[in-house]
């Protein structure tokens, strides 16, 4: 428990210097260096390093090429109004040695990208996200996501690239898939889809890119009306919550306990079109489940808010009592990993 205190009150007395001088605090075992620059921590930090980034506008112009864990402070903006939401207004570009890395609290407006390798291990959790992607230098090749893990995350954009073996928990997805989806989990999500490029939540196109086989889909709300397996085979489907009526032939996908064919406005608390809104209510209304969807499962929908203590309100006096002491009050939350 002792040591518990003092490794959160040491991620407090880091976020807090560097909230208050806008700083990015980079830390890996007990000592911490504060930077000014974001291309200036990445290309300082060593494998391992865990940079603290506090709310504000973001370019990263180099690639990264190391395990590392940026923090930032959440994508609600009513639950980051004390220090902001942290936005990257750019890509991020992700290449070979980044294995291991981690990204939590963050809104990203450009492309993930995936470079040249087999990226494995990667996690995004509790992050707005536009779209995934991939290049190689190799020509026929193309990079794939390894053992991956995305939770709790808005997915605004389109996923393109191949995954294997990855997990998917607990995300809202307005995009697609226009990849190749192998032996992975998708538990808890909620599929948008109708978006800007098809109504399918994955798309297949002529030549048989987005092929998508041996995966499991659990407990998930999947909105689109039709064409559901659209470049799905050899999958299962089980516990899901339809607004289609997808036919299991129980060869190429299988599925059991799925209810079909419920009204788009039955369904949610608070949601009245298609899309991702910060004041939506997602949970599902009271005559179904609520294991379905996003509260329910191993990891229950946390708003956007990162694993680190989180300044959730903050007063500081504008005087000094008569005997010289400040008040002050903070309340501070943090969430599970």
Same mark, same amino acid.
């Given at each position: 428990?002792?040591?518990?205190?003092?490794?959160?009150?040491?991620?407090?007395?880091?976020?807090?210097?560097?909230? #208050?001088?806008?700083?990015?605090?980079?830390?890996?075992?007990?000592?911490?260096?504060?930077?000014? @620059?974001? =291309?200036? #921590?990445?290309?300082?930090?060593?494998?391992? =390093?865990?940079?603290?980034?506090?709310?504000?506008?973001?370019?990263?112009?180099?690639?990264?090429?190391?395990?590392?864990?940026?923090?930032? @402070?959440?994508?609600?903006?009513?639950?980051?109004?004390?220090?902001?939401?942290?936005?990257?207004? +750019?890509?991020?570009?992700?290449?070979?040695? +980044?294995?291991?890395?981690?990204?939590?609290?963050?809104?990203?407006?450009?492309?993930?990208?995936?470079?040249?390798?087999?990226?494995?291990?990667?996690?995004?959790?509790? +992050?707005?996200?536009? =779209?995934?992607?991939?290049?190689?230098?190799?020509?026929?090749?193309?990079?794939?996501? @390894?053992?991956?893990?995305?939770?709790?995350?808005?997915?605004?954009?389109?996923?393109?690239?191949?995954?294997?073996?990855?997990?998917?928990?607990?995300?809202?997805?307005?995009?697609? $898939?226009?990849?190749?989806?192998?032996? +992975?989990?998708?538990?808890?999500?909620?599929?948008?889809? /109708?978006?800007?490029?098809?109504?399918?939540?994955?798309?297949?196109?002529?030549?048989?890119?987005?092929?998508?086989?041996?995966?499991?889909? /659990?407990?998930?709300?999947?909105?689109?009306?039709?064409?559901?397996?659209?470049?799905?085979?050899?999958?299962?489907?089980?516990?899901?919550?339809?607004?289609?009526?997808?036919?299991?032939?129980?060869?190429?996908?299988?599925?059991?306990?799925?209810?079909?064919?419920?009204?788009? /406005?039955?369904? $949610?608390?608070?949601?009245?079109?298609?899309?991702?809104?910060?004041?939506?209510?997602?949970?599902?209304?009271?005559?179904?489940?609520?294991?379905?969807?996003?509260?329910?499962?191993?990891?229950?929908?946390?708003?956007?808010?990162?694993?680190?203590?989180?300044?959730?309100?903050?007063?500081?006096?504008?005087?000094?009592? #008569?005997?010289?002491?400040?008040?002050?009050?903070?309340?501070?939350? #943090?969430? =599970?990993?």
């Amino acid at each position: 428990m002792t040591r518990i205190f003092i490794f959160t009150l040491l991620l407090l007395i880091y976020a807090g210097i560097a909230s #208050a001088q806008n700083l990015i605090a980079r830390q890996n075992g007990g000592t911490p260096h504060f930077h000014t @620059e974001l =291309d200036d #921590a990445v290309t300082q930090a060593v494998n391992g =390093d865990t940079l603290y980034l506090p709310g504000g506008l973001y370019v990263l112009n180099v690639p990264v090429t190391k395990e590392l864990h940026l923090v930032g @402070e959440g994508h609600y903006p009513e639950l980051s109004r004390v220090n902001g939401t942290t936005i990257f207004n +750019c890509g991020i570009n992700l290449k070979p040695g +980044c294995d291991n890395s981690s990204f939590h609290g963050l809104t990203i407006h450009g492309t993930i990208m995936a470079n040249d390798d087999t990226l494995k291990n990667i996690t995004f959790m509790r +992050c707005n996200l536009s =779209d995934f992607s991939y290049s190689s230098s190799v020509e026929g090749s193309s990079a794939a996501w @390894e053992y991956c893990r995305f939770i709790e995350n808005v997915y605004r954009g389109y996923n393109n690239g191949t995954y294997k073996n990855c997990s998917f928990y607990n995300n809202i997805l307005q995009g697609f $898939f226009y990849g190749n989806p192998h032996n +992975c989990m998708f538990r808890n999500n909620i599929f948008l889809v /109708e978006n800007r490029y098809s109504p399918y939540p994955f798309h297949h196109d002529l030549n048989g890119f987005a092929i998508g086989s041996f995966n499991r889909f /659990e407990y998930n709300v999947i909105l689109t009306s039709s064409y559901i397996f659209d470049g799905i085979g050899n999958s299962f489907f089980y516990n899901n919550l339809f607004v289609g009526s997808p036919t299991f032939d129980q060869s190429s996908n299988v599925g059991s306990n799925n209810l079909i064919e419920q009204p788009f /406005e039955s369904i $949610f608390e608070n949601v009245t079109e298609r899309a991702f809104r910060y004041n939506y209510d997602f949970h599902l209304k009271s005559n179904y489940s609520q294991e379905i969807g996003i509260y329910g499962g191993p990891s229950p929908w946390k708003n956007g808010i990162p694993f680190n203590p989180h300044i959730e309100f903050k007063n500081v006096a504008g005087y000094t009592n #008569a005997d010289g002491t400040l008040n002050v009050q903070v309340k501070v939350t #943090a969430q =599970d990993r």
